[in-house]
């Protein structure tokens, strides 16, 4: 189904946001950018809604849209089925969310409105550009637009020296990465002539399909004769260098060392959303990679590696990765006084529990297994992206009121602002999968993956690590609601109207998917819509609906 809703929201973002400088040299007012940016991801909001309802009416349904009218793979064209609509609604919730604090965070910095304003529309047009594309190089180029909003938004505040050198050092490692990302591209292209990535499913997996595409290929390739170079070592290639990329992004050890400064010298808003959606697009492009360009059903990547699928053995490789990076990030947040750095490591925690979970999509196991784990993944980035982005914003808030980072310094907070507080509550107990709270359901589904794929010590170590996070968080609770302060606060007339909305109800968001989710059985209707995308069925289908567009637009 081809669909505009599927390419303009990454459009009028990046439009509007080259827009807002300009408009700087007339307009002054704090109130206009805010509203701007409000309107823009409210626009942007309505219209990845409409394309997850027509995604969500009709299962298997996967929505299209060819820039410029070229058809596919001459064209870019972006591709949208369940997974990618989900994240798309996600990121645009989140943004709104956001948009809407900043009309309070304007007020307590002295300048720079449009520039924040600018940054932010044009990571959320990177960030959706990334989720929706259809084509692995345009992949890339959203992935640059993402990375340089996020290195300007983290040295924002240029006069502290801790943010530039923060900014600093994730620019110099993040150019390095999407470099790597770009020559895992090059080698794509160099060996099956294209980048459209349902032209590289056809192509790496040796499937016949119903319209011949534009690069070439003939439909008879058993022993992969056509491509240039052997087929299996450029395919361990680029993934190799694409994973380097992808895991620097979603903050996977080793490469995670960048996260607690970057999260932590940002401005709080763009903090929340670092934390909330910009490090599961390094997530949602190895799901990409493993469950439908390179999937279990006799890709390219299923060469014998150590007697098993070269494929299998990197996703074991990545879920020993996120067992390390999910204990690491749990243990190293237990120690900080800085309340944005501990929500750097829980960050870095919940990144690596939904990496631990790749290892129940082995080709070995069943689709069944291959489904829970993919769902797991898919609900835990959205229980994680709400209700961190939540402890971001409403720790952020009392630090921005009380002028300290400092844990001690906020003591005594939770009584001061109930309603405020409140909510930094849920979200932590969400964060710790407590019923009837959403993320108990997300990290349910990524257990019993593991458990019926019998990787009983991956799925054991989620509730350790839950049980060491769970240390931390109560800390911070303890501190705002039981700790008596020593003296005076000083907090007489620091209004937190807005926030004291906007976070009860992102804490509502989060009680009321997880009633949803007791109480409307749809937990199981929820991992056959991801069963019908990760399926052989649903990649196939992923195929067809680009080479409707293509023979639609092709004449």
Not at 10 to 24: D, E, H, K, R
Not at 70 to 86: E, K, M, Q, R
Not at 377 to 389: P, R
Request: aromatic share 14%; charged share 10%; net charge neutral.
């Amino acid at each position: 189904m081809i669909v505009p809703t599927a390419g303009l929201p990454t459009i009028l973002p990046a439009l509007i946001g080259f827009i807002l400088p300009i408009a700087s040299l007339k307009i002054k007012s704090r109130h206009f950018y805010a509203l701007t940016t409000f309107l823009i991801s409210v626009a942007v909001l309505l219209m990845t809604g409409y394309n997850l309802a027509l995604i969500m009416g009709t299962p298997g349904t996967v929505l299209t849209y060819a820039f410029g009218g070229w058809p596919p793979p001459l064209g870019i064209a972006y591709t949208i089925d369940f997974i990618n609509a989900v994240l798309g609604f996600l990121t645009a919730t989140l943004f709104t969310l956001v948009s809407a604090y900043l009309f309070w965070y304007f007020g307590r910095i002295e300048s720079g409105y449009e520039w924040m304003s600018t940054l932010t529309l044009l990571l959320l047009s990177g960030v959706l550009g990334c989720l929706y594309t259809g084509d692995i190089f345009n992949f890339f180029v959203m992935l640059e637009v993402l990375c340089i909003s996020s290195y300007a938004l983290v040295a924002f505040f240029r006069r502290r020296k801790w943010a530039v050198e923060a900014s600093m050092a994730y620019a110099f490692i993040g150019a390095l990465a999407t470099t790597l990302f770009f020559f895992g591209v090059v080698v794509l292209y160099g060996s099956f002539g294209t980048v459209n990535i349902a032209d590289l499913v056809v192509k790496v997996h040796g499937v016949p399909t119903q319209a011949q595409y534009l690069s070439g290929w003939s439909g008879s390739c058993e022993s992969f004769e056509w491509c240039y170079g052997n087929a299996f070592v450029s395919s361990a290639l680029a993934v190799a260098l694409m994973l380097w990329a992808l895991n620097f992004e979603a903050g996977i050890f080793p490469n995670n060392y960048w996260i607690p400064s970057a999260y932590t010298e940002a401005p709080t808003p763009a903090s929340a959303l670092f934390a909330g959606i910009v490090d599961k697009v390094g997530s949602y492009g190895v799901v990409r990679v493993f469950f439908t360009l390179f999937t279990g059903f006799g890709s390219t990547l299923m060469f014998t590696f150590g007697n098993l699928p070269f494929r299998d053995v990197v996703l074991i490789v990545l879920g020993l990765l996120g067992l390390a990076t999910g204990y690491i990030g749990a243990f190293l947040m237990i120690a900080q006084r800085d309340v944005k750095r501990l929500l750097s490591y829980s960050t870095i925690s919940h990144i690596g529990i939904i990496f631990t979970a790749l290892a129940a999509g082995l080709s070995r196991y069943d689709i069944h297994v291959i489904s829970l784990s993919v769902a797991g993944i898919l609900l835990h980035m959205v229980t994680h992206a709400l209700g961190e982005s939540l402890l971001f914003l409403g720790l952020g808030t009392l630090a921005t009121v009380k002028g300290s980072r400092d844990l001690n310094d906020l003591t005594g907070l939770g009584r001061r602002y109930p309603v405020l507080s409140a909510s930094i509550v849920l979200g932590f107990l969400s964060l710790l999968g407590v019923v009837p709270l959403a993320g108990f359901f997300s990290k349910y589904l990524l257990f019993m993956s593991l458990i019926e794929a019998n990787l009983t010590l991956h799925a054991v170590s989620i509730v350790l690590i839950s049980g060491i996070s769970a240390i931390g968080y109560f800390r911070v609770i303890y501190t705002l609601w039981i700790k008596q302060a020593s003296g005076s606060n000083g907090l007489s007339g620091k209004e937190v109207t807005l926030p004291s909305i906007i976070l009860p109800l992102m804490a509502l968001m989060l009680l009321g998917l997880g009633l949803t989710l007791v109480y409307g059985n749809v937990l199981n209707t929820y991992v056959e819509y991801v069963r019908n995308a990760v399926s052989l069925e649903g990649v196939l289908n992923y195929v067809k609906a680009v080479e409707e567009a293509s023979k639609i637009l092709g004449g």
